[in-house]
């Protein structure tokens, strides 16, 4: 598929694929006779690995570090147990900073909510029943 079709089903602009493709992130998998990239299934899955990397605070090495892990384990040539054994360690610690990071999230969320909460109650309590607003200073 052509690029803007990947940016349409990863929601990440051409500009931010082709950045991705200069810092060597994600290849495409082919050029049309045009000059055009060609990505398959798997390049899409690549971004979307990015794509959910990203929002969690994870760096582009890192990105690129789990990548190049995922991609050792996943890839025709045999590994040896050591190797193995390092490649899913190196992917289980991502997998464990993930989790620390969607708790972080959790928790600004709950005070997200807690805020605005109380600015609604706030917000009730200033209103009168005319729907004028008293000013408080506090």
Not at 13 to 20: A, G, K, N, Q
Request: charged share 35%; aromatic share 4%.
């Amino acid at each position: 598929m052509q690029i803007g079709e990947v940016a349409a089903r990863t929601e990440l602009s051409l500009r931010t694929i082709r950045h991705y493709e200069e810092i060597g992130l994600v290849t495409p998998s082919a050029r049309s006779r045009g000059g055009f990239r060609l990505y398959s299934e798997a390049d899409v899955a690549r971004l979307m690995v990015i794509r959910r990397m990203k929002p969690l605070g994870f760096t582009l090495e890192e990105m690129r570090d789990l990548l190049q892990a995922t991609d050792r384990l996943e890839g025709a040539e045999p590994l040896d147990a050591a190797e193995r054994e390092e490649l899913l360690d190196r992917v289980r610690g991502y997998e464990q900073a993930a989790a620390r990071k969607i708790e972080e999230l959790r928790v600004q969320l709950e005070r997200a909510e807690d805020f605005a909460a109380t600015l609604r109650t706030r917000l009730q309590a200033a209103t009168r029943p005319d729907g004028s607003a008293t000013v408080t200073h506090e």
